[in-house]
């Protein structure tokens, strides 16, 4: 007897909670994290650890900025379920780094690497089944950009930017040198400078010549350039040669690459240095300085390090000495290429890579480590990158002008330098809150701006006006939501054109819920001869609790009817049945007994339509008749 008992218990308990879920569902898919938050974690309460309820809480925190608490329950899931699908994993890593704990981070990170099998560059933790980032990288809605293939690249390969003092320093294989490179049999890199003049916006440029400088450019290799910001030091890369201006070679005949620097004299490079931490066993080259000139950022495939080449960093000493190369670690490194780095006026660290998931071949990267941050590397996406090979960006972070080298198809040469001028596709969405009834302007109302994952972008409250606005890019999906106490939810799907600056109207028109002496909601069907509350009628109650709540001595009482199917005294009771239900929903949501004065049923006695016995209805017509009533007794 005490087995059953037990059993029947756990089965009521186990059907609550299935039901709480539900309705919890309800809310989520409706943009009602709050409410949705709350019966997941009754449900919790109750016992329900399901990945379902655990990674819905974990979301529902997510998508309204609480972080916090988003890795709580992302943390819980993982715990709970070996089997959690990955993009959960992401979540949780992301909600990790945001709050600080990194090392946590990183021990779910290397964790899921580990769980991918395979190496790193095939996704750098990313699951192309579950996480679509292929086409956001190839999407071109959130920037506009105008790109040019410049008027003086050759039918050889021209790449790699620096702009310094109105001059841009590049890399040609268009020189006279009756030297061949084997491998692509074209001549040997050199390096070139142009003059760049701007007029109407527009930049026009001067006629390409080599360096100034008497002996930078040799026989063999000279490329990537970087100047200090006092325009005195350039450091630059050139194939290992001997003082006889001949290649060196390591045993087994490879030529490698060394970064040297020159000094400025008059018009003319002078003094080149070769920097103590190259190698003849393994190259050194692709120098970039950080904006404060402190720190020398260089690629190598030196020992020790993660992948094919890594970027690393050292650091310039006051006396011009340098420190010891660091790794930047896998944070940016991969196992697969990591090159040509950049870093912008705003500590904005660029590279490219063929080691993280990518449109094909090398692909541009930003990252922010330099600024602190240790969120993963950001494919900066079409049109900078193709499936082809796409590095050596350059570009001015205040200007939002650039360059960058491709061989895609339909350019002069085997590589050509793009200019690129970019600014983002933004659009306004504005509108206007009011009551659905009385058309009045609504202040105090809630506003957020939802994303088409469901995130919570923005948020503002209206004023006494009722306007709100929004900034958004192009081309999305977003969700307007109005929000208000005493009134339900009202909300508008909008999608963007590719339009920049349009502005597009999207009123929200919120229903009152309390309407003379009555809260008014959809009506509370149920079915046929039933008296239970279905998942939808929870979710039209769960308006009484939150005017019960946001009233705390309002005082209501209910009223059940039924359709005319049935005996009439059979109805009567059904009805009564149906009120008690409805009341005992509201008491399991917390509001007391006593502010609920009555809930009575009153049959098939007072019908909406023609619908009585032996009229022929249709069964949406009779189900208007199964309804409910929420009459305010007192204040």
Known sequence: MKTRLLVLILTISCSLSFAQV???????????????????????????????????????FYNNAKLDKAAYWYGEAVKEHEDIKAEYIFKYIQSLRSIGQYEEADKWF??????????????KGYNPDEVDLYNKLTSKNKVLVNIENLPFNSENSDFGSFVYNNTLYFASSRGDSKKVYNWNKEPFLELFQV????????????????????????????????????GKTIYFTRDNINKRNRLKYDK???????????SLEGDQWTNIIELPFNDNVYSTGHPALSSDNKILYFVSDREGGIGQTDIYSVSINDNGSYGNPKNLGELINTQGREMFPFVSKNNTLYFSSDGYLNLGLLDIFKSDILKGERSKPENIGAPFNSGYDDFGYYIDSETEKGFFTSNRPNGKGSDDIYSFNTF??????????????TNIILSGVTIRLIDDTGKVLDEIISRDSGVYNFTVDCNKTYTISGTKPDYKNDQNTVITSDENEKLTNVDLSLEP??????IVINPIFFDFNKSNI?????????????????????????ESHTDSRGRGKYNLKLSDRRAKSTKEYLISRGIEVKR????????????????????????????????????????
Do not use: W
Request: proline content about 1%.
């Open 534 to 558: 279905r998942t939808n009628a929870e979710y039209e109650l769960e308006n009484i609790v939150d005017v019960l709540r946001k009233h705390p001595r309002m005082i209501i009482k209910i």
């Open 513 to 518: 819920l309390i309407i003379d002496n009555q």
């Open 424 to 437: 983002e596709c933004k659009q306004q969405l504005k509108g206007v809150a009011r009551d659905s009834k």
């Open 195 to 230: 003059s760049i003049s701007e007029d109407e916006n527009k930049s026009t440029y001067g006629e390409p010549a080599e360096i100034t400088a008497s002996d930078i450019n040799t026989d063999y290799h000279e490329a990537s350039v970087v100047i200090t910001n006092d």
């Open 596 to 635: 609920i004065e009555s809930a009575d049923g009153f049959g098939e006695t007072q019908l909406l339509n023609k619908c009585a016995n032996k009229v022929k209805c249709t069964e949406e017509e009779h189900q208007l008749n199964r309804r409910s009533y929420f009459y305010i007794v007192s204040e």
């Open 22 to 60: 539900k309705l919890a569902d309800k809310f989520f898919e409706n943009f009602g994290y709050i409410k949705a938050i709350e019966l997941y974690e009754k449900a919790v309460e109750k016992g329900d650890k399901s990945a379902h309820v655990l990674t819905r809480l974990g979301d529902a």
């Open 110 to 123: 290397k964790e899921l690497s580990a769980a991918q099998k395979g190496d790193s560059r095939l996704l």
């Open 252 to 262: 087994k005949g490879t030529t490698h690459l060394k970064i040297y620097k020159a």
